[in-house]
């Protein structure tokens, strides 16, 4: 039996985060929900996927974002095109290209940052769950 993956983050403004996430990363809106117990809240991913990603607003208690500079989302993209194609549509979806804390994902990656805070790393390179190929 394969596992699903759901990421949870709550966000400042949810119509700016889930626009930012489809145009930068193109991903699809696959589902949602509102006023659910006072909250709001959209996943986004792909039906091919075992993941997606769900942003929520609590209309009663609004939180406020803390991640981290090493809490991270990393998409291994190794074809050179692809990759520097999409660290363009994160620019232009309107993340903030930014130094990555952890100088590991410099040589081959690029980081950004949303609205809130939240990073994600665009990885030149291939992931394999093969720990001989994991860093050491």
Same mark, same amino acid.
């Given at each position: 039996m394969s596992a699903q993956l759901r990421i949870a983050r709550p966000v400042t403004d949810l119509v700016e985060t889930?626009?930012?996430?489809?145009?930068?990363?193109?991903?699809?809106e696959i589902g949602g929900f509102s006023d659910h117990n006072g909250f709001d809240g959209v996943m986004l991913g792909s039906r091919a996927e075992n993941y997606h990603f769900e942003f929520t607003f609590c209309?009663?208690?609004p939180?406020?974002?803390?991640?981290?500079p090493e809490d991270?989302?990393?998409?291994?993209?190794?074809?050179? =095109?692809?990759w520097a194609q999409r660290c363009v549509s994160m620019l232009a979806a309107g993340f903030?290209?930014? =130094?990555?804390?952890?100088?590991?994902?410099?040589?081959?990656g690029r980081?950004?940052?949303?609205?809130?805070?939240?990073?994600?790393?665009? =990885?030149?390179a291939a992931w394999s769950n093969d720990p001989a190929a994991l860093p050491q």
């Open positions: 889930i626009a930012m996430y489809k145009n930068g990363l193109g991903l699809d209309r009663r208690h939180l406020k974002p803390t991640s981290t991270l989302l990393v998409f291994y993209i190794p074809d050179p =095109q692809a903030t290209e930014v =130094q990555s804390f952890n100088p590991y994902w410099t040589p081959n980081t950004f940052e949303d609205r809130d805070g939240y990073r994600v790393v665009i =990885q030149r």
